[in-house]
Nanobody, 121 residues
Framework: QVQLVESGGGLVQPGGSLRLSCAASGSIFSINTMAWYRQAPGKERESVATITTGGSTNYADSVKGRFTISRDNANNTVYLQMNSLKAEDTDVYYC???????????????WGQGTQVTVSS
């Protein structure tokens, strides 16, 4: 079993910055894709940013140029640096990881518990 623990959410004014962190622990051989998603009440969860083991990244159009995803493979941690925050970035942000628990066998998807980001004056 694998646990993803997020931190760094909170209240920030428009134009401000926040940095989210997500640390994975448990039965981990390797982690493939890591990502951040967000979800507003009554809406589907949407991808914000993804990063592969090799560092290739992909971003939602709405956050390009403002958000940066990065990861520390040695510590199984992924980060999301969010700059120039807007009111429409207000959501619950979820960490995602695709984990290989053994040197052989399938990968499994894990989610964090979510952290609230509120952008408001």
């Amino acid at each position: 079993q694998v646990q993803l623990v997020e931190s760094g959410g909170g209240l920030v004014q428009p134009g401000g910055s926040l940095r989210l962190s997500c640390a994975a622990s448990g039965s981990i051989f390797s982690i493939n894709t890591m990502a951040w998603y967000r979800q507003a009440p009554g809406k589907e969860r949407e991808s914000v940013a993804t990063i592969t083991t090799g560092g290739s990244t992909n971003y939602a159009d709405s956050v390009k140029g403002r958000f940066t995803i990065s990861r520390d493979n040695a510590n199984n941690t992924v980060y999301l640096q969010m700059n120039s925050l807007k009111a429409e970035d207000t959501d619950v942000y979820y960490c995602f990881a695709r984990v290989q628990e053994r040197s052989w066998g399938p990968t499994y998807q894990y989610w964090g518990q979510g952290t609230q980001v509120t952008v408001s004056s």
